[in-house]
């Protein structure tokens, strides 16, 4: 990028800090409290990992943050990360029943957080490594959320995994593609060391496919699971779009994650196309990165902007401006490098497309033009790796979303790869629901899968009635009835 960047260190480090406050001990305490322990509660029920967040934030109120922590983690591996990270807003968050009380939901977001933060900083032993090998191997394609989730569990039940993963360094979207406000590099790094301790060997800067093939790694494991995430954002398709100072926000964002953030360039105004959280991510970075003016193009309505409310919400506090109805018709040149977008209104057409309307066109200066318009789905990488895996016509390959499984026996899928892009949370859980499916497939054993939060639900009723607090035996016996170990602490 030959954009040079305009803030100083000091700077940067102040624009970058972290928005979500960390809650103090006591503070946890009381919001804990004010948790009702629902029966059934919806909150675990919208929980794409299953957490039991009744159990985890009873134990905080009493002041056990390891043992909740260790809840947490049982359930959702990377639950300090998606602590940082998660929409709860719209998950856990959105279904707590205090809403239709006109009360404000558990910040069960940032209880999490507290108790992960704690349980991680105090050295616990949090995560329970195998006692016994089963002599069978498991190479996992990609090192995101999805591998990992799926990695760690398979690791807990004694078999010799191997992540594969082109970067330089592990993780995926959580290590280059969450803006920093929310999460930094670093952190994810450390969340994935500490993975990595349950015995997982993390091979970064190979790429199957291209430094190993995919018949190799068919040969050499006894199963495969596949989660490498989207492909490259989409191209705009219009005039000018390779010009100097047109960046796909993708990679605008995993350039802001890997140098200095002194060291990332940026331009004075910035223009962002796109409606998504992608696009807010851009545009608030490089407000953050010292540019003057950001807007944000998008082509349907604000009503249909895709981003999230509160990621919005950012983005208007930072001074992001947004034009709604709008659509890239041009990249207008200057000295070989990009002076400005040309744009035009948008209407939908009599089919339903979005069309610029005839005449509309106005040219908006700019020095830098993200795109942020959605990512290829990685058909072409999955048949280059495995070229007998079927793909459906949405370009995703055919899969059992319940357990990953492709028409490839020893192939597992999950993630964005599979799903066509949804929330890391997700992306933890299918992980961890193939490698239960993996884990039949390669001993016969069948474990109850601890991602069906009505059986969790039933079994709390089983266990503890439906008034009262759960007790210790009831809760014991509700866990193993679902096929869980009885969480320690
Ligand atoms: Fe607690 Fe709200 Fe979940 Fe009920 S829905 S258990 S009040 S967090």
Redesign the pocket.
Known sequence: MTLKPILSESEITANFAEIQRPMAAMEARVEANR????FD???IQACPTGID??AF?QRIAEGRDVAAARLILEANILGASCARVCPTAVL?EG????QDRDEK??E?GRLQRHATDVALASGARLMTRATNTTGKRVAVVGSGPSGLGCAADLAQRGHAVTIFERADRPGGLNTYGIAYYKMTPEESLAEIARVAELGIEIRCGVEVGRDIAGAEVLRDFDAVFVGIGLGDGHRLGIEGEDLKGVVDALAFIREVHSRPLHEVGVGERVVVVGGGNTAIDAATQSVRLGAKEVTIAYRRSEREMTAYEFEQEIARADGVRTLFGVMPFAVIEREGRVAAVRLAEARAGASGRIEAVAGSHYDLPCDMLLKAVGQERQSEMLARIFPELSHGANGLPMHDSATGATNLATVFVGGDCANGGREVVNAVGEGKRAALAIHAFLTGETVATPLQPSRLGAARARGAGLERPIRAHEAEAAWRSVGRSVPRG
């Open positions: 948790c009702l322990n629902c509660a919806p909150c967040v009744p934030i856990c279904s707590c029943v205090l939901p558990i069960i």
